[in-house]
């Protein structure tokens, strides 16, 4: 048991082995077998963005930021709720389980309505 | 070994290798990607020790929500500009100096410690699996920490929208 216990996830690199083999292949397939008269009008820009205007290396704004920072703290809140989940029917009392996990809710919840409120979110 | 044995290489030799890939990029973009696929081969080492929970908070955590924050922090730091260059290169010495003080820790702590006995699950986690055993404890004997880990989540919360709505009044005005 103690050996093997990576070995139990041998479907998943056979899965991820067959997803290459597929999606290499196609591009592989395709690359070989493929026409290829490539003409001005055809290797354009065209619907795939816009042509660059401007250096990329600029200051973005520091709004992404604040959403990549609140998505972190509300993943980690999920985070806590797995094992909780898989454990919820094995708590002594139930509602024991329930109510601490409505208690971590509820704090978390005070952040999230200052969030709404201080419009952390709004993007006009 | 096997099967085994070859899987475990695999992962320990991407991890080095991508960890020293990411030190030694000079465009700190790809060093932020090289993390990438680092961090998600650490997460295959957990599976090797029956933490399939910590192998899955590894890659949700990190893979996906730090390597964003990553990102975003070097792209609001404006990188292409003289003074931000500046300014990293001044931490230079402080730099090295705190990674020389680490190396040391690490040697240190790896030739004190005695290793029980051959690496592997606990008996507890392969019993019950990684998900139940974690739950197991920290809901029942670690539950004030637990409680008190959605405070300081809380406080982390009002940190971020005070100091970064006070950056963008500041930019807009």
């Not at chain 1, 454990?87 to 919840?109: A, H, K, N, Q």
């Not at chain 2, 500009?81 to 680490?102: C, D, E, P, V």
Request: aromatic letters at 16%; hydrophobic letters at 60%.
């Amino acid at each position: 048991m103690q050996e093997s216990a990576i070995l139990g996830y041998l479907p998943i690199l056979i899965f991820f082995a067959l997803a290459v083999a597929i999606g290499g292949g196609m591009v592989v397939v395709s690359t070989f077998l493929g026409r290829k008269n490539p003409n001005p009008e055809k290797i354009s820009t065209y619907e795939c963005g816009m042509v660059p205007f401007k250096d990329a290396r600029q200051r973005f704004d520091v709004r992404f930021y604040l959403v990549a920072m609140l998505f972190i703290l509300f993943d980690i809140e999920v985070v806590f709720l797995y094992p909780w989940a898989v454990l919820f029917t094995r708590f002594d009392p139930v509602i024991f389980g329930f109510v601490e996990m409505l208690l971590f809710i509820f704090v978390l919840l005070f952040g999230y309505i200052y969030v709404l409120r201080k419009g952390a979110l709004d993007w006009s | 070994m096997g099967l085994e044995s070859i899987l475990f290489y695999y992962f320990a030799i991407v991890i080095v290798a991508t960890a020293a890939l990411a030190v030694s990029r000079r465009n700190p973009v790809y060093a932020v990607l090289f993390l990438l696929p680092c961090l998600v081969h650490i997460a295959g080492l957990w599976l090797f020790l029956g933490a399939e929970f910590l192998a899955a908070i590894q890659i949700i955590i990190y893979t996906g929500a730090i390597m964003v924050l990553y990102l975003f922090v070097i792209f609001i730091l404006d990188l292409g500009s003289f003074r931000t260059k500046r300014i990293i290169h001044q931490q230079k010495s402080l730099a090295i100096a705190g990674g020389l003080a680490l190396i040391v820790q690490l040697v240190v702590l790896t030739i004190a410690s005695t290793f029980p006995g051959p690496f592997g699950p606990p008996q507890e986690v392969v019993s019950g699996g990684n998900t139940q055993a974690v739950g197991g404890v920290l809901y029942t004997d670690f539950l004030f920490p637990f409680e008190l880990a959605s405070l300081v989540l809380l406080v982390a919360i009002f940190g971020a929208v005070v100091l970064a709505r006070k950056e963008s009044e500041e930019t807009s005005s």
